[in-house]
């Protein structure tokens, strides 16, 4: 088996992912942090990049999606919170 280099782009993000989680539970990141948002998202991110180049997977994909997608929500809503802006009235 070769790897191509959106193979490395998906472990990459797969490792940031696990990262982020094991810094959030030894209270070294915040969960609510930017932090953790942003290892969150580019995770995400580069298990989708690796799904979409190459071997497709529906439900990991799906997964994956809601993961950058949570985690942007997470970025939009703390900064707003820092500008005393609600999301939600």
Request: aromatic share 14%.
């Amino acid at each position: 088996m070769t790897l191509q280099w959106f193979d490395y782009v998906g472990f990459a993000g797969a490792v940031l992912i696990v990262l982020a989680y094991f810094l959030v539970q030894s209270g070294r990141l915040r969960g609510d942090g930017l932090g953790n948002q942003t290892f969150n998202a580019l995770g995400a991110l580069g298990v989708i990049v690796s799904l979409l180049l190459g071997a497709f997977n529906w439900p990991a994909f799906t997964l994956e999606l809601a993961w950058l997608l949570i985690s942007l929500y997470g970025m939009v809503g703390g900064a707003r919170r820092k500008r005393g802006v609600r999301l939600f009235r």
